[in-house]
C-alpha cells in the first residue's frame, strides 16, 4: 500500500467514526436538511484541517510542554459536549427544511474540532505515524488528503440524518432522537472525564 493510501485509510477511519461532531452531523441532518447543515460540515472540515496542520507544523511539542493547556481544552470540550447535550434536550422537536432557519454554523462546527478529544488525537496520531519529521510538503499533502476525507465523511452522516428524518415526520419523534443524541453525548463527555 502506497504512503497516500495508508494516510487516506487512516484519515477515513478517524473521520467516519461516531463522535461528537458526527453526532451532531446526523442530528443536524434529520433536522435541517443536508443543504442548512453543510455548514456544520464546512466548519467542522475547516476547523479540524487547521488544527491537524497546526499540530503537524508543531503544536502538539507545546501542548507536551504546557500539560495544563492540554487538560484546559479537555474540559473545554467535556463542557461543549454537554451544552450540545442540553439543546438536543431542550429542542422542541419541529423539524424545520426553510432555508432561513439559523442551523449549525460554519463557526460551530470549527470549535467543535477543536474542542473535540478526537480530533486532538487523530491530529497527533496522524502527524505522528505518517510525518513525524515534520517535513513540511508532506504535512501539507496529508492535510489535503484529509481536508477531502473529512469532508465527504462529515457530510455522509449529514445525508445518513436527512434520510433519517423522512422517517421523523413527528415533532415527539424528532425529541426522542435528540434525547438519544443527547445521551450520547453526555456518555463521551462522561467517558473523557472518567478515562483519564
Not at 5 to 11: C, E, G, K, N, P
Request: hydrophobic share 60%.
Amino acid at each position: 500500500m502506497s504512503l497516500f493510501l495508508a494516510m487516506a485509510a487512516f484519515a477515513l477511519a478517524m473521520s467516519i467514526s461516531p463522535g461528537s461532531v458526527n453526532i451532531v452531523a446526523l442530528s443536524a441532518g434529520v433536522r435541517y436538511g443536508v443543504r442548512v447543515s453543510l455548514r456544520h460540515v464546512t466548519g467542522a472540515t475547516v476547523g479540524f484541517t487547521l488544527l491537524f496542520l497546526l499540530v503537524g507544523l508543531g503544536l502538539h511539542g507545546l501542548l507536551l510542554r504546557w500539560t495544563s493547556l492540554t487538560l484546559a481544552i479537555q474540559l473545554a470540550g467535556v463542557g461543549f459536549l454537554l451544552y450540545m447535550a442540553w439543546n438536543l434536550l431542550r429542542d422542541d422537536g419541529r423539524v424545520s427544511r426553510d432555508e432561513a432557519t439559523s442551523g449549525p454554523s460554519v463557526i460551530h462546527g470549527a470549535l467543535m474540532q477543536w474542542l473535540n478529544p478526537k480530533a486532538w488525537l487523530a491530529s497527533v496520531s496522524g502527524m505522528g505515524a505518517f510525518v513525524a519529521d515534520g517535513n513540511v510538503r508532506m504535512v501539507l499533502l496529508f492535510a489535503l488528503i484529509y481536508f477531502v476525507i473529512c469532508y465527504l465523511s462529515i457530510a455522509a452522516w449529514v445525508w445518513a440524518g436527512a434520510m433519517l428524518g423522512r422517517y421523523l415526520d413527528q415533532p415527539g419523534k424528532v425529541r426522542l432522537f435528540n434525547r438519544c443524541m443527547a445521551a450520547l453525548l453526555v456518555g463521551s463527555a462522561l467517558y473523557l472525564l472518567l478515562a483519564d
